[in-house]
């Protein structure tokens, strides 16, 4: 699929959706997250409104104070109207391709699976989104360790963590704008950086700095940077094919596709399930599709879709399990 430009998508009903969908969209009971291109609503807001311009961030935003940073974004914590929102801001010019290339994601891939865009402004290289206050995927764990949030550190909570990860998978695989593939994601911990945990317990991908395009039937395949990758947790196929003996040279790297997140997903999802009781039996029941993630050959790894299945399937069955041994127990 082709990509289209997304500037000046502003006011009529998108084309994507039907007309009833439109207008369902625009009216005054609007499903909070569900709003037309280049607008947004915040929280249990049952409106939408237009994604916020350079002036009103210039004059209504107030950073308070730094919550993270990458190479390309450094993120405070901000105040707008009384509400927390996260404002990013360019961390050095070198990495503005990167940081517009995120913008345009952002703004063309907004859905349940993507933080919340709330506004943006070129000139000053800046973007402001929704705030999740749990933070990273990566603190996930110490998030469960809480007094507040111990309760939700069960397998069923976990595994529907591991659900809400491949759906993203899913999502981005067969995306509005075609097949995108999720590369920032070199390691585990570099990984997790890139989803945020929301406060009613689920997923949304947060970085979108590095999503090449495949295109299947033209042939063009992607390469996630310009670096060599190492490590058992990038997929085969990413790694220098020509042995250590041969010095790494980008132009002379294969390209792949989208079945390189695959290859990662059991690695995430293993985390994600943790060690708690429950979770053994889970990675029991994974076990198969796991291993099929695994193949050496990529064209052999199931689609994001068909984990995705498999992932619901195995809840379902565990739960209803679950179910009736309490039922015996009574
Ligand atoms: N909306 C947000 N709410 C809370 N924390 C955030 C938000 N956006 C980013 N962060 C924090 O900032 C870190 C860096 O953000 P990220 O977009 O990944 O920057 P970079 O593109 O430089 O990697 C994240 O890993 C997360 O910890
Ligand atoms: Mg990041």
């Known amino acids: 699929m082709e990509t289209r430009p997304l500037e000046g998508r502003k006011g009529p009903a998108p084309r994507e959706l039907p007309p009833a969908v439109g207008l369902l969209l625009r009216g005054p009971g609007v499903q909070p997250g569900r709003c037309p291109p280049g607008h947004f609503s915040m929280g249990q807001a049952t409106t939408c409104s ?95 360790n809480l007094a507040k949030y111990r309760s939700l550190n069960t397998w069923q909570h976990r595994l529907q963590l591991a659900l809400g990860y491949v759906a993203i998978l899913d999502f981005l695989h067969r995306s509005p704008l075609g097949t995108l593939v999720m590369c920032d994601s070199s390691d585990l911990p570099k990984t997790l950086s890139q989803y945020l945990l929301t406060a009613n317990f689920s997923i949304v991908l947060n970085d979108l700095d590095a999503l090449p395009l495949v295109n299947h039937s033209s042939g063009a395949l992607v390469k996630c940077g310009h670096r060599e990758l190492h ?87 565990l739960r209803d399990t679950a179910t009736s041994q309490s039922r015996e127990m009574l």
Request: a negative charge; one cysteine or more.
């Open 50 to 144: 237009p994604w916020l311009s350079c002036e009103q961030l210039r004059t209504e935003v107030r950073p308070l104070k730094c919550v993270g940073e990458g190479a390309v974004k450094t993120v405070f914590l901000s105040e707008w109207k009384e509400r927390k929102v996260a404002l990013s801001r360019l961390t050095r010019p070198e990495v503005r391709d990167d940081f517009l290339h995120g913008l345009r994601m952002l703004q063309a891939l907004q859905s349940e699976h993507v933080v919340t865009l709330l506004g943006y402004c070129e000139d000053d290289d800046t973007i402001l989104t929704e705030y999740h206050p749990l933070g990273s995927l990566g603190n996930l764990e110490a998030t469960l």
């Open 231 to 317: 490590g058992d947790f990038v997929a085969p196929e990413q790694l220098w094919p020509f042995g250590e003996d041969v010095p790494f040279q980008d132009d002379l790297m294969p390209t792949y596709d989208e079945k390189s997140d695959i290859w990662k997903i059991p690695d995430v999802s293993s985390f994600l399930l943790g060690h708690v009781e429950g979770s053994d039996m889970v990675r029991f029941h994974l076990f198969d599709i796991h291993k099929a993630c695994k193949s050496q050959v990529p064209a052999e790894r199931p689609t994001a879709q068909a984990v995705l299945d498999t992932y619901q399937k195995v809840l379902n069955l």
